[in-house]
């Protein structure tokens, strides 16, 4: 599996850091939603889906947190702790954000409007979906 990261630049001095993020310069898309979350303790898991075309870049603000990328074929866990790189999600990508340190704000930009139509919540579905069917 092949993970992308964005590396913004990082504007900083005395006054403190910076990071801008412009759509189809610095991100492959145009951004229609911006969303967050934060107080989720380290119990908590989010996800549990992914999308047939909407795209994402995840991107921790603050603190840090683990995301699960699953393809169908490959499951890999990626530590999100830098404000300044930012995780591509392609769709058709199931993800899952977990292990939230008490801190964590991460940030999501995305690709499209909210639509539940979008949405593969069953993972079964999801490996039919890619063509991974279980056997």
């Known amino acids: ?46 996800g549990y889906h992914a999308h047939k075309k909407l795209q994402q870049v995840l991107i921790c603000v603050r603190g840090r947190c683990k995301i699960l990328l699953d393809d169908g074929t490959e499951k890999q866990v990626v530590l999100m702790d830098d404000p300044s790189k930012g995780l591509y999600v392609s769709n058709v990508m199931w993800r899952e954000m977990y292990d939230f340190s008490s801190d964590a704000v991460l940030m999501v930009l995305a690709s499209e409007y909210y639509d539940p139509s979008d949405y593969i919540r069953d993972y079964d579905e999801f490996l039919k979906f890619v063509g991974k069917e279980k056997k």
């Open 1 to 46: 599996m092949d993970i992308q990261f964005f590396n913004f630049i990082k504007h900083g001095d005395a006054r403190g850091q910076l990071v801008a993020i412009e759509e189809l310069k610095d991100i492959p898309f145009s951004i229609k939603r911006v969303y967050y979350m934060w107080n989720a303790g380290p119990e908590v898991r989010r």
